[in-house]
């Protein structure tokens, strides 16, 4: 299996001398092709801060990004922008759709971007549509549609070009139950079905249910790894309850 993410010995200092703040101290990760994995912990472990370093939103103080075999921190200026146009899915708690543009005119918007021949456009957007349930809502401009059916539509804009690694910022953290439930629901089909490479930050120990693995940050390193496995959801959720349990942490949802 091919190795999409390779973060080795992050660290992202912020301020100087005794005011410095370690938002990440060492911090090495990978994932491979048509993982779903998970970063969990409190306010502060530097979860965040990790996502902005790979989604080259922030830039590291120190140590490497490989993203698809591209090494990231020295990329500057229009190369990193077209990187991030080309290889990167974004899906953030707030969906960000623009409000004057149908649903399907939000998904097709992403595909016109990366040059996406304008004849195969239509077809990939409806298909994205069937996959995430949103098929009865792509004439519908943002303020028509619930904020579950707003946050599928997110997951298409980021998922329909194809991109090497998704990268998902509390995507329920909006939602109510029922939704959050079906757009995780949605997720783990795109990851399973189109084999998308999802890292997803989240707080909750029923969303972070949903992966293969979750990692655990605390004060800015790895404090420990769960994987999967042969568990079900139910039983892994449990898994995830006790290490939050054992961090000192709360959980935001129950089963």
């Keep these: 299996m091919s190795e999409i993410l390779s973060v080795t010995d992050l660290k992202r200092v912020y301020g100087r001398g005794a005011a410095a703040t370690r938002a990440l101290d060492g ?11 998970g970063v969990m912990g409190p306010s502060g472990s530097g979860k965040t801060t990790l996502l ?7 830039r590291p103080t ?5 993203i698809d075999g591209r090494e990231l921190t020295g ?24 409000d004057t543009l149908t649903a399907f005119e939000n998904i097709a ?5 990366v040059g996406a ?3 195969e456009i239509p077809g990939r957007v409806r298909e994205m549509a069937r996959l ?5 809502c792509l004439n519908q401009y943002p303020y028509q549609m619930s904020g579950g059916q707003q946050q599928r539509c997110a997951a298409a804009r980021a998922v329909v070009t194809r991109p090497s690694l998704v990268l998902a910022d509390e995507p329920t953290g909006a939602l109510d139950s029922k939704s959050a439930r079906l757009l995780l629901e949605r997720l783990e089909e ?7 490479t999802i890292l997803m930050v989240t707080h909750d120990a029923f969303t972070a249910s949903c992966c293969q693995r979750v990692v655990f940050l605390q004060d800015g390193r790895i404090f420990l790894e769960l994987r999967r496995g042969e568990l079900d959801r139910r039983a892994f959720f449990q898994r995830i309850i006790r290490v939050v349990s054992e961090m000192g942490g709360e959980m935001a949802d129950v089963w």
Excluded at 27 to 37: H, K, P, R
Excluded at 52 to 58: A, E, F, G, K, Y
Excluded at 78 to 96: V, Y
């Design 27 to 37: 911090v090495s990760l990978t994932l491979n092709a048509g993982e779903f994995v």
């Design 52 to 58: 902005n370093c790979v989604s080259t939103i922030d």
């Design 62 to 66: 120190s140590g490497s990004i490989v």
């Design 75 to 98: 990329l500057k200026g229009r190369a990193l922008a077209k990187f991030r146009r080309e290889r990167l899915g974004f899906i953030f708690q707030d969906c960000n759709l623009l």
């Design 109 to 113: 918007l992403s595909l016109s971007i």
């Design 117 to 119: 021949p304008a004849r």
């Design 132 to 136: 995430l349930g949103i098929e009865d």
């Design 190 to 196: 795109l990851n399973r079905e189109m084999g998308a």
